[in-house]
């Protein structure tokens, strides 16, 4: 039998410093080097200084990174399946040493913490991702994440709180755990059921977690992510609203939200048991775990990640040594004749089993289709429409890459004209020279540099279409990781098209029309990209132009029947 320890007990990890500390802590922070926390590292650091992450202290030193890395423990036994490391620059990293203390900041400069170093390595960034997620493959957020966004090297050691990270947001629907446990101690829940979700709830799961609760006779916590989820989720504030449409739907006094600011890697089995970890901290007894938990979607070729219930299979085995029980769950499916949910193995060969997939659902979305009834809350689908409008209402980026003198600019252009002409949307053309002579004049042409570079032109492109507009980028872009980055930055808010030039090196060295290939070839100019510097050429771009082939006005053609078929024009 499973020990289940009550949900206001459980030693709580505090990482905030006593009131008499804060005023020394403050000065001597003005004085040591500043690392300025990036998103993820903002996400952990809450939940490490409050406690949600309990055992730890801060964050992890070599050899804890080691043992969870190889056996999903902490050198002192305690389970912990993910690693919780402090990513910091070279540069930075060759200013501090084991002893030192460093100041870690918000974006703002407000200063959150001083960490005290005892422990800095080089990761090896493709041993942990295949050690924590069991792959290599980019696809996957967390090692695309790993590979291509982190720092090169950790720093660990114990915190010394000195502020929570600020939110402005949903203020009364934030909790540390200590506060959730005095929330359920007052309220007088001693069985309390949390459901984790990064996603919009709908009938299937009121039903589920509803379930869950009756047959346990327990209190239900809806416990949904609101830091970092899976790139291309619906954002957080739309979120909130529909659950705070659903928890109409449940009997008063049994069914609380709150909010948690956790940085999800979407590592599927080792990320249910870290889950698990973090609901206990937070004062739960049970957790419900369904089918693909932390899911990252599908691999490089098509293949999911890990299997449906490995995410079971591995808290099961985990549960009791964590001290919270796993509730798993099937599916829940609408049965036609019955006009109810039942657990799909419920189901007779003779009834008719309704389902919406998620991706059924965004399509119905996209397109403005009807969702029907027993799917979902009017309230529910009403939000997401406003946040998610049918496609024609929604902006989109069209993202050239290719060799320069490929073609990219001309065609770009002659595409803006075209939009222009059909208006209804702001466009904007942010081509490679023009975001070179306006936004990145101080940049080279070095990795580092163009990556910047690509970056900022996704960083406008995704604000353009957020709101609504249409921006036509045509840098060379050369590299396959940046260009994911921007597409997921984009994808966020509308469409996103990649069009790769694909003219090959050769005719675009022929046309050479700035000179700039014959000035490359003889070494004027350096890092020129398909002479002396590389192109990855692109293997998933929604359209491929050959130039040599085609003209202009056929090739904008092709764009814009793309841009129809998916929806965008109407
Ligand atoms: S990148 O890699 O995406 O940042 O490059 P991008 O900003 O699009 O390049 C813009 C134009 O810079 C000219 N140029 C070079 N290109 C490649 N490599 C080197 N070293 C280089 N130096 C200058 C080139 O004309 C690019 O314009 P396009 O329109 O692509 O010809």
């Known amino acids: 039998m499973a020990k289940i320890i009550a949900p206001h007990g459980g ?36 939940l490490i ?3 949600g992450f309990s055992p730890l202290t801060g964050f992890m030193g070599e050899d804890d990174y080691q043992a969870v890395c190889k ?18 620059s070279e540069e930075f990293a060759e200013k501090v040493s084991k002893g030192n203390g460093v100041t870690l900041r918000d974006p703002e400069g407000v200063v959150i913490a001083i960490l005290d170093i005892d422990s800095k390595w080089l990761a090896d960034k493709k041993l942990e991702a295949e050690q924590i997620f069991g792959t290599t493959d980019e696809l996957h957020p967390a090692v695309d994440y790993l590979i291509n966004r982190s720092n090169p090297v950790y720093l660990g050691g114990k915190l010394r709180g000195v502020e929570a990270p600020g939110h402005y947001d949903y203020k009364s629907l934030r909790d540390t755990p200590a506060e959730l446990r005095a929330k359920f101690k007052a309220k007088g829940w001693t069985k309390v059921v949390a459901f984790q979700t990064r996603n919009p709830m709908h009938r299937a799961h009121q039903e589920l977690t509803f379930r869950a609760a009756k047959n346990l006779e327990a209190n239900l916590l809806i416990h949904p992510v609101v830091g970092m989820t899976k790139p291309g989720d619906i954002d957080h504030y739309s979120r909130v609203r529909c659950y705070e449409h659903l928890l109409e739907e449940y009997p008063e006094q049994t069914t609380a939200l709150s909010l948690l600011p956790l940085a999800m890697r979407m590592g599927g089995p080792r990320e249910a048991v870290w889950h698990a970890i973090i609901r206990k901290n937070y004062g ?149 020279d023009l975001v070179r002579k306006h936004l990145s004049s101080e940049l080279t042409f070095s990795k580092e540099h163009r990556d910047i570079n690509i970056t900022r032109i996704g960083y406008v492109a995704s604000e353009i279409v957020k709101n609504r507009g249409i921006a036509i980028c045509a840098p060379i872009a050369p590299y396959t990781s940046t260009r994911r980055r921007v597409r997921e930055m984009i994808s966020n808010y509308g469409g996103f098209v990649e069009v790769y030039v694909a003219t090959p090196l ?33 293997t998933n771009a929604e359209i491929v132009i050959d130039t040599t082939q085609y003209t202009v006005e056929e090739e904008v053609q092709k764009i814009l029947l793309k841009l129809e078929s998916m929806g965008y024009l109407k």
Not at 71 to 88: A, E
Not at 513 to 538: Q, V
């Open 284 to 432: 739960c007894t049970h957790f419900i775990v369904g089918r693909d938990h932390a899911g990252p979607g599908k691999d490089s070729n098509g293949n999911d990640f890990y299997g449906p219930y490995d995410a079971q299979e591995l808290l099961q085995k985990y549960q009791d040594e964590i001290g919270i029980k796993m509730m798993p769950f099937e599916m829940m499916v609408y049965v036609e004749e019955r006009a109810e949910y039942a657990p799909i193995s419920q189901v007779k060969e003779s009834e008719t089993m309704l389902n919406i997939s998620g991706t059924e659902f965004r399509r119905r979305l996209n397109e403005g289709l009807d969702i029907p009834k027993w799917f979902s809350y009017d309230k529910v689908v009403e939000e997401l429409r406003k946040t998610k409008p049918a496609r024609h209402k929604q902006g989109f980026a069209v993202f050239f890459t290719g060799l320069s003198g490929s073609g990219k600019s001309t065609i770009a252009n002659a595409l803006m004209i075209k939009l222009l002409e059909a208006g209804g949307r702001a466009t904007t053309l942010l081509d490679g």
């Open 506 to 538: 050769e005719e675009c060295e022929r046309r050479d029309r700035k000179g700039l290939y014959a000035l490359a070839r003889k070494g004027i100019i350096k890092e020129f990209t398909g002479i002396s510097d590389p192109y990855e050429e692109p």
């Open 49 to 51: 200084l409050n406690g």
């Open 11 to 46: 030693e709580l990890v505090n990482c905030y410093l006593d009131s008499s500390l804060l005023d020394a802590a403050k000065n001597e922070a003005q004085e040591l080097p500043s690392w300025d926390l990036t998103e993820r590292q903002l996400c952990d650091i809450e």
């Open 71 to 88: 056996d999903l423990k902490l050198t002192d036994g305690s389970v912990w399946p993910i690693p919780i490391t402090l990513d910091v």
